[in-house]
Every structure is written in C-alpha cells, then in structure tokens.
C-alpha cells in the first residue's frame, strides 16, 4: 500500500495595518472581531480649535454593547506615538468580553506568506509596560509596519 502524497499550501497571514500617531502597526484579522468607523472627536473644548489634545472615548457600541475603549499609545506603551484625533476602533475580544483601541484609521488588509519581506522578533515575556508586544516587521509599500499581537492582552 503507498501512502498518498498531498502538496500543501503555504499558510497565508492576513494583516490588517493601521496607523498611529505617524506610525504603522499590522494585526492579524483574526484576532479583530469588529471595527467600529467614524468616533466622534472628543478634544478638550476649553483648548479651542486648534486642540491637539485627545480626552478619548469611554466607552463605543458594539453588537448593542457598551465596549470599553483605549487609546492605542497607552496600549503600545513605548513603541508609539501620541494619536491626535483617533477616528476608529478596532474591537478585540479577550475571552471574557469586547474592549476596543483607539487608533488613527485602518488602511488595507495584506496577505503575508513565508518567503515575504517579513522579519520576526525573538519571543519575549509580555510586561506591564508593553503588553501588546510586536512580535514582527514587514514592509508594505516601501514603508515598516509593526506586527502586534493582542492575544496576550487581558482586560477584564
């Protein structure tokens, strides 16, 4: 009896980049279970209109729920820079429940495959500094993005 031979497929990784603060960040679809677009602008009032200043959001709703919401520059720690006016938040899910990060805009969703620009960073333990911890880089349109991985992080 021979034994059947099967050719497989490489596996493909699916990334959805965003940017904050001037900076690109990728996360593999499968770790996003929504997005929620246009958040409303929630600068300091008293700082007129030229306010660069961001008080963030509470709270979005999703799937009827109330989800909490963080700003991706508290979420990265030192791997980002402030975000001004955060315009949509991608919605995660822990285990327990939703929560969100506030992030500038998404842009496209990129199929990685092995033998792409991709380059991966030695493990490393997740800290309370950095719990989003970049686990990668590849290069998208001649410009670095930084491949997070939220499944470490627990909110609830």
Known sequence: MRAAAARIKNPMLEILVFSVGGSRYGVALGQIVGLVRDVPDTGDPEAGDD???WTGLDTVLFEDRDVP??????????TACPSRHPREVLIFSDGCGFYGMAVDSTGSVVQVTPGDDLYTFP???VSDVSPCRPWGMLTVAE???ILLDMKALVVH
Request: aromatic share 6%; net charge negative; hydrophobic share 40%.
């Open 51 to 53: 306010s660069e200043a």
């Open 69 to 78: 919401v963080f700003r991706a520059d508290d979420l990265l720690a030192h």
């Open 123 to 125: 493990p490393q333990e």
């Open 143 to 145: 410009r670095p993005v």
